[in-house]
């Protein structure tokens, strides 16, 4: 594959076996194909995900060589969606509630 796509790395911690297949594919990859990885976590706590200090600083001199590192700080697009969602809900219902319905007639009125 020209390119590689790891998506979130460290949302949940690699097995020991799961950390060394992840070292072993940026291994044969290191300078053949280009490689992007998303991750939450600074470099200093991806030990806890790969569970060992020398594989952790095995694979980062691989991944970080011949690199552009973007840092993006801001708000969450999904958290944004999210809440953005839950407003548009809650604002349906409150109209929803706010809508009297003649038994008679059928007409909608506003409360």
């Known amino acids: 594959m020209k390119l590689l796509i790891i998506d979130e790395l460290g949302y949940v911690p690699l097995s020991p076996t799961g950390a060394e297949l992840l070292f072993e594919t940026f291994s044969q990859r290191y300078e053949r194909g280009s490689t992007i990885v998303t991750s939450n976590l600074p470099f200093e706590d ?54 009297v319905v003649d038994p008679n007639t059928g007409e909608i009125t506003k409360a």
């Open 46 to 99: 991806w030990t806890q995900v790969l569970g060992s200090e020398r594989l952790t600083g095995a694979l980062l001199d691989r991944l970080t060589h011949h690199v552009s590192i973007l840092t993006m700080n801001g708000d969450s697009y999904r958290l944004k969606e999210s809440a953005g969602r839950r407003a548009k809900t809650r604002a349906t219902q409150n109209q929803a509630t706010a809508d």
